[in-house]
């Protein structure tokens, strides 16, 4: 069973970054476009950014120019990089396949912008 473990999040001060990670186990990653995710209190979970296998990727609107996706399929991980974070940034990031997310959810990792 494919088990996603989210990392990296924490509390920072509007204007600031964060890394992400997500640790995906078993030999099919490559397999997968995988995206990031988030989920703010009372909000529907929505797709943040994706990358396919070959390092083609795609944001949110909300994500564009300050968020940036990457992945190396040798270490099962994909990560997010969040540039001039902003408070309404804040929710809990997960990772899952993507734009469909059949993979069981991880505990996901909170992120919170706030000064």
């Known amino acids: 069973q494919v088990q996603l473990v989210e990392s990296g999040g924490g509390l920072v001060q509007p204007g600031g970054s964060l890394r992400l990670s997500c640790v995906v186990s078993g030999s099919i990653f490559r397999v997968y476009v995988m995206g990031w995710y988030r989920q703010a209190p009372g909000n529907q979970r929505e797709l943040v950014a994706r990358i396919d296998n070959s390092g083609r990727t795609n944001y949110a609107d909300s994500a564009k120019g300050r968020f940036t996706i990457s992945r190396d399929n040798a270490k099962n991980t994909v990560w997010l990089q969040m540039n001039s974070l902003k408070p309404e940034d804040t929710a809990v990031y997960y990772c899952?396949?993507?734009?469909?997310?059949?993979?069981?959810w991880g505990q996901g990792t909170q992120v919170t912008v706030s000064s």
């Open positions: 899952n396949s993507a734009p469909n997310s059949f993979l069981s």
